[in-house]
């Protein structure tokens, strides 16, 4: 199985960054896809997670309303659109398949088993 992300980079606070994180190996419209992120110096915490289908998605609260997080399976990608981009975003992001057994679990690192090598987001102030 490989999960691989790309689009991160540098940008100015307030500016918008679009994350994309394709997987193969696994039949990718069967998993629920999340994005985690972890800064320097403190532990990973959820970003986004959509399920299976697209139908439903979830958000920490310090991102709902800038970030988007959207599937395509016909390409085996879910992306994650992020605006109004602030400091403390900065982190690396990593990308994540899985089959949560609940709701709560969408939110959990445990409730995925695929891990992609993450992505750089910086922001600048």
């Known amino acids: 199985v490989d999960v691989v992300e790309s689009g991160g980079g540098l940008v100015q606070a307030g500016g918008s960054l679009r994350l994309s994180c394709a997987a193969s190996?696994?039949?990718?419209?069967?998993?629920?896809m999340a994005w985690f992120r972890q800064a320097p110096g403190k532990e990973r915490e959820f970003v986004a997670a959509?399920?299976?289908?697209?139908?439903?998605?979830y958000y920490a609260d310090s991102v709902k309303g800038r970030f988007n997080i959207f599937r395509e399976n016909t390409k085996n990608t879910v992306s994650l659109q992020m605006n109004n981009l602030r400091p403390e975003d900065t982190a690396v992001y990593s990308c994540?398949?899985?089959?949560?057994?609940?709701?709560?679990?969408?939110?959990?690192?445990?409730?995925?088993?695929?891990w992609g090598q993450g992505t750089q987001v910086t922001i600048s102030s």
């Open positions: 994540a398949a899985g089959r949560p057994w609940s709701v709560d679990d969408h939110y959990r690192s445990g409730g995925y088993d695929y």
């Open positions: 190996g696994i039949t990718f419209s069967a998993y629920a």
């Open positions: 959509t399920d299976w289908s697209g139908a439903s998605t």
